[in-house]
């Protein structure tokens, strides 16, 4: 496919495709290239630093989730492509959640689909509880200043899922270094790779011994599944390896959340208010962007107009799930924080059959953190100026690192 492709657009020529370089960004700032590109039409085309030719961009709320939810729309269709992207490499393993379409998207989710459901979450909640209890424990005893990213931040989520995952304690630590050097982007051609070998042959051989297990962790219920032939161990392997990155994100957005908490006060007093709180966390879901840029494209399985735009078969496709939580029709004032904002359909989750399986243990992990950490550290400041807050550099998705903070 080439920049000359006429077939995209009925009675007027194409859009310009437009290169999108996706920098790293200082703190919640909002793509500047994205606001641009959103400014210029409900769709328009792009061209990433990876991959080959061009791709439409969908940014208007309704246009995402009707993309997202449509069959019209593959994304199994994308791995046998070269799909302009993000990063360098792209080997999506057999399965992948994030790469399959209905039926075998519900097929290959059903295994696990019980670990997290609401209540298992309920059952989970008071463990948590005591791990962040335990973590705060060792600030306190230690006393302010503490960087509550490394205290807290990141061995949380981590911890979490790894109990949610059934990641035995003794092998937490190198399970952690895998996933946090598979989602940054420095040097990943060789590390990453490197890390991805080790997460999934260690991946294999736990899901291997729990073949007879009757736990309720991740890696129980693949062995099960696997062992009844209802997935095979290559696609276990496929399914766990995202779900075990996940604590990373909530990691990276509840560092961003934790700096606006703490640079303006006005949110610091919402959030202080237990009643008043779930609401403000809604808002900061979406006006956070949770990655860099977009995510991932799927193939137009036949012609689909939409405004007048003609998007062709097999032509590819990008969504902005960031961008349609900016949709000045759907949100007002779309760039400014409001806590009491009421409907509020933010996508941060994603929509449709690719809703993000770990959305309620995300949920339950930010409430955890930002009530525990408000409630047990009273005063809760930055230790330094906030203009010199470091911010994380390399990584898909981006927060300040380290958080030095103090309390009375």
């Known amino acids: 496919m080439t920049e000359e492709t006429t077939t995209t657009l009925t009675g007027q020529a194409p859009p310009p495709v437009r290169d999108w370089p996706t920098p790293d960004l200082d703190g919640t700032v909002f793509d500047p290239v994205l606001a641009g590109l959103m400014r210029e039409g409900p769709l328009t085309r792009i061209r990433l630093p990876y991959g080959e030719g061009w791709a439409w961009l969908a940014t208007r709320h309704e246009d995402v989730r009707l993309i997202t939810a449509?069959?019209?729309f593959s994304r199994a269709e994308v791995?046998?492509?070269?799909?302009?992207?993000?990063?360098?490499?792209?080997e999506p393993r057999p399965g992948a959640l994030a790469w399959a379409d209905q039926p075998d998207h519900h097929r290959l989710r059903n295994p696990v689909a019980g670990a997290f459901t609401v209540a298992a979450m309920k059952r989970m909640r008071p463990r948590a509880q005591r791990m962040l209890d335990a973590l705060v424990?060792?600030?306190?005893?230690?006393?302010?200043?503490?960087d509550l990213v490394e205290r807290v931040l990141e061995p949380f989520p981590i911890a979490v899922v790894s109990e949610v995952m059934g990641v035995p304690a003794a092998d937490r630590d190198q399970v952690h270094a895998w996933t946090r050097q598979i989602i940054s982007a420095s040097g990943r051609a060789e590390a990453a790779e490197e890390?991805?070998?080790?997460l999934h042959s260690w991946i294999a051989d736990t899901v291997r011994a729990r073949a007879a297990s009757t736990g309720d962790d991740v890696y129980s219920l693949l062995g099960a599944a696997v062992a009844r032939g209802e997935i095979g161990?290559?696609?276990?392997?496929?399914?766990?390896?995202?779900?075990?990155?996940?604590?990373?994100?909530?990691?990276?957005?509840?560092?961003?959340?934790?700096?606006?908490?703490?640079?303006?006060?006005?949110l610091l007093e919402r959030a202080l208010d237990e009643e008043r709180r779930v609401p403000l966390l809604d808002e900061l879901l979406r006006y956070i962007p949770h990655r860099?840029?977009?995510?991932?494209?799927?193939?137009?399985?036949?012609?689909?107009?939409?405004?007048?735009?003609?998007?062709?078969?097999?032509?590819?496709?990008?969504?902005?799930c960031p961008a349609?939580?900016?949709?000045?029709?759907?949100?007002?004032?779309?760039?400014?924080?409001?806590?009491?904002?009421?409907?509020?359909?933010h996508l941060a989750f994603g929509n449709g059959?690719?809703?993000?399986?770990g959305a309620v243990l995300a949920r339950l992990q930010t409430e955890l953190l930002v009530d525990t950490l408000l409630r047990r550290l009273p005063g809760l400041r930055l230790a330094v100026p906030a203009e010199e807050v470091r911010r994380r550099r390399g990584t898909a998705i981006h927060g300040p690192h380290p958080l030095p903070c103090r309390w009375d």
Request: hydrophobic residues 30%.
């Open 70 to 72: 449509d069959p019209r």
């Open 79 to 90: 791995t046998a492509r070269q799909v302009t992207r993000t990063e360098p490499r792209f």
């Open 137 to 146: 424990d060792g600030v306190l005893d230690d006393g302010p200043p503490a």
């Open 195 to 198: 890390a991805e070998r080790g």
């Open 233 to 266: 161990e290559e696609e276990a392997i496929g399914l766990a390896g995202p779900l075990q990155t996940g604590g990373e994100a909530v990691t990276h957005h509840c560092e961003q959340l934790l700096y606006l908490l703490l640079t303006r006060p006005e």
């Open 292 to 320: 860099s840029s977009v995510g991932l494209a799927c193939i137009a399985l036949e012609d689909v107009d939409l405004h007048g735009v003609r998007i062709a078969k097999g032509e590819p496709v990008y969504v902005s």
């Open 324 to 345: 349609a939580n900016r949709d000045p029709d759907v949100f007002p004032d779309p760039d400014r924080i409001d806590p009491d904002r009421d409907p509020n359909p």
């Open 353 to 357: 059959p690719h809703y993000c399986t």
